[in-house]
T-cell receptor, first 114, second 116 residues
Framework: AQKITQTQPGMFVQEKEAVTLDCTYD???????LFWYKQPSSGEMIFLIY??????QNATEGRYSLNFQKARKSANLVISASQLGDSAMYFC???????????FGKGTMLLVSP | DGGITQSPKYLFRKEGQNVTLSCEQN?????MYWYRQDPGQGLRLIYYSQIVNDFQKGDIAEGYSVSREKKESFPLTVTSAQKNPTAFYLCASTESSGGYNTGELFFGEGSRLTVL
C-alpha cells in the first residue's frame, strides 16, 4: 500500500488565485513528519514546508500553508496568490519516527496561467 | 556556499557499461541518500548512508552499488545488472542527531542518465 498518495496528476490555476494540492498519508506511527517539495523543470528539489505530527498549528511559510487534518491523515498544501513561477511538480513526503528516510508521493504537476 | 554537487549533469552510456555518479556535500551532514526519479513515479530510494563506511539498501537497490569512504562523498554506481538504468538520479543529505534524522532533505541538482 502506498504510504503517500497524491491523487491529482495535474492542476491548473490562474495567476493570483489560490490552489490546494492534496496529499494523504498512511502510518500507524504516532510520531511522523510531513514535507512538501517543489521541483521546477530544471530538476532541483526545493523544500517548501514541514509539519510535525504533534504540531498544534498548521505550518505556514510565506505564501505556502499546510492544511493538516490528522484524523483524516491529510496534509494538503495551499499556495495563495499563485505566481507564474509556481508552475512545477510538487511532492508530498513523510518520515516516520525511527526511520531515516523520506517516502515520496508521485507528485502533482501545477500549471499557473496568466 | 554550502550545498550538494552532483556530476555529471548529463550522461550517456552504452548498454552493459557500468557508470558512476558523483555526489559531494559540504553541509557536514551525516546522512546521505540516492533517489531515482522516473516520469509519473515520484522519487524512489536506492541506497542511503547514516555514517561513514556504512550504508543500507532502499526500495530499489538491485543493480546499484554505493560506497561511503568519506563523510562528504556518496558515489552511486549503476551496474550492467540494472535492467532499466535510464532515469534522473537525485542525491540528498540531511542532518542527523543521536542516530535520528532531523529536518528536511537537501538535494543536489540531479544527474540524468541515458543508456543507449
Amino acid at each position: 500500500a502506498q504510504k503517500i498518495t497524491q491523487t491529482q496528476p495535474g492542476m491548473f490555476v490562474q495567476e493570483k488565485e489560490a490552489v490546494t494540492l492534496d496529499c494523504t498519508y498512511d502510518t500507524s506511527d504516532p510520531s511522523y513528519g510531513l514535507f512538501w517539495y517543489k521541483q521546477p523543470s530544471s530538476g532541483e528539489m526545493i523544500f517548501l514546508i514541514y509539519q510535525g505530527s504533534y504540531d498544534q498549528q498548521n505550518a505556514t511559510e510565506g505564501r505556502y500553508s499546510l492544511n493538516f487534518q490528522k484524523a483524516r491523515k491529510s496534509a494538503n498544501l495551499v499556495i495563495s496568490a499563485s505566481q507564474l513561477g509556481d508552475s512545477a511538480m510538487y511532492f508530498c513526503a513523510m518520515r516516520e519516527l525511527g526511520y531515516s528516510t523520506l517516502t515520496f508521493g508521485k507528485g502533482t504537476m501545477l500549471l499557473v496561467s496568466p | 556556499d554550502g550545498g550538494i554537487t552532483q556530476s555529471p549533469k548529463y550522461l550517456f552510456r552504452k548498454e552493459g557499461q557500468n557508470v558512476t555518479l558523483s555526489c559531494e556535500q559540504n553541509l557536514n551532514h551525516d546522512a546521505m541518500y540516492w533517489y531515482r526519479q522516473d516520469p509519473g513515479q515520484g522519487l524512489r530510494l536506492i541506497y542511503y548512508s547514516q555514517i561513514v563506511n556504512d550504508f543500507q539498501k532502499g526500495d530499489i537497490a538491485e543493480g546499484y552499488s554505493v560506497s561511503r569512504e568519506k563523510k562528504e562523498s556518496f558515489p552511486l554506481t549503476v551496474t550492467s545488472a540494472q535492467k532499466n538504468p535510464t532515469a534522473f538520479y537525485l542525491c540528498a543529505s540531511t542532518e542527523s542527531s543521536g542516530g535520528y534524522n532531523t529536518g528536511e532533505l537537501f538535494f543536489g541538482e540531479g544527474s540524468r542518465l541515458t543508456v543507449l
